[in-house]
């Protein structure tokens, strides 16, 4: 994979059309900016109680955005990222459906995990007790099944997504089924959607077992011998982190976005340098995407400190509410339909103050740090909260999800700020010396980026008491500086 700037998008909620308008619109309007593209779930149906994380058919585009073929083309100019969504499908799918009909005869029985699969002598509120959980309430849903009976079903998130028995044959069939499909349409790497939950053990958390590093590195293996490369989604503590970069092709930066809001909120930067010194460098890196923005990647956990303290973290969330106006809190835990009560729902921008300077220095701070960047769709047009799709929805998530179209695009790109945006991108895709030697240093509100390949380097300077940014970048005797603040006002 490229190490230049990608872009997360939705298919419809970017274009308000299909996948061929997607590719027009990566070759005109937003042509020379991307090198690759993740685009989030695609499968049939994009609408279904999880924006698509709970496909009834996972090897079928929703027709309304086109077909295998238009993914395909859209391939041949762009390194295509998917969401294989290894946890769970929908309930509404022909499997479950079945499953429902026949119980224990249908040929899809073993495909879905069921309580009594984990704990055959029952579940003892000591084991319950230690189930590792991402929202309230119970991880199990009732059903009711032929002849009276019923059965526990897993389900993680929510009762409309079953989680898949991925030890069973049925389940190791469904996940090779898809990665074959992937394969034959030019999908070049795949997020391990929930990864982290897959296996289940009893008197354990569920979450990120030995087992569960076994079960990615074969799902790795079996994707790498096809030509597919694997990123690992996994909100954690971030000495987990590091330890699974060690054991994956790539990992998310996910604890970058607090850090870097953060840093700009207390003018302190001690925290954010002490996280770049260790942190992965084979880790992609994002500020925003279409889930909200993570707490419990920075928090401590079970008594281990962590980046920063409970106090710091409710500095941090309030700042958010306060910058948003309050916006923030109408969409984050139980305020709205959220399936994690660990992150807060805003888009970056909001969080920010809708302050053009501290979100392109944001940006900078993404663009210089270890890793491949991506931009979500939303965040690379500078999109304020979708304050009227919240209130329609009432899905926490969504009010960084708008829909927009080719008008709205154009729109968001005559605004400074997207211009400037645009000439950051331009600059991290052509310097060469962002693949070679990082360090890191700060000194109070002051933080030095620097990046060396050969003769050539990278520069960027920080300093928040005086309100600047610049950018140096040599090339043998060639010297240009950038001042942010400067490049906001010109443009």
Known sequence: MKN?????TYIDRLTGSNTQTLNNILNDQLADLFSGVHLLPFYYPIDGSDAGFDPIDH????????CWNDVKQLGEGYELMADLIVNHMSAKSKEFKDVLANGEQSPFWDLFLTKDKVFPNGLSEEQRKKIYRPRPGSCFTNFSLPNNESADFWTTFTDNQIDIDV???????????????????????????????ALKKAGTSCFMLDETFEFID????????????????????????????KRVDRVYDFALPPLILHSLFSNDFTALTK??????????????????????????????????????IDELVETIHVNSEGESQKATGAAASNVDLYQVNCTYYDALGRNDFDYLVARAIQFFSPGTPQI?????????????LLAKTNVGRDINRPYLNRESIEEALSKPFTKAMIRLIQLRNSCETFNGKFAVSSDASMLKMKWIKGEQSAVLLLNRTEK????????????????LNTLLNKL
């Open 468 to 483: 600047s940014a610049l950018i140096e970048v040599k090339e043998g005797n060639k010297t240009s500086t950038i001042c």
């Open 59 to 66: 090897t079928e585009v929703d027709s309304r955005l086109g």
């Open 376 to 388: 979500y769709y939303a965040g690379l047009l500078a999109e304020k909260n979708a304050m009227t």
């Open 275 to 312: 996280w770049l010194t260790i942190s992965p460098k084979n880790c992609i890196t994002v500020l925003d995407t279409h889930d909200g923005i993570g707490i419990i990647d920075v928090g401590p956990m079970n008594g281990k400190a962590g980046l920063l303290t409970n106090d710091q």
């Open 218 to 245: 074969d799902l790795s293996k079996s994707a790498n011998k096809l030509g597919i490369e694997t990123l690992v989604e996994i909100h954690s503590y971030y000495k987990t982190q590091i330890e699974i970069a």
């Open 167 to 197: 030890r069973s044959k049925s389940g190791k069939d469904y996940l090779t089924r898809i990665l074959n499909t992937f394969a034959e349409n030019n999908i070049k790497m795949i997020r391990l959607d929930a990864a982290g939950y």
């Open 4 to 8: 230049n700037v990608q872009l997360i």
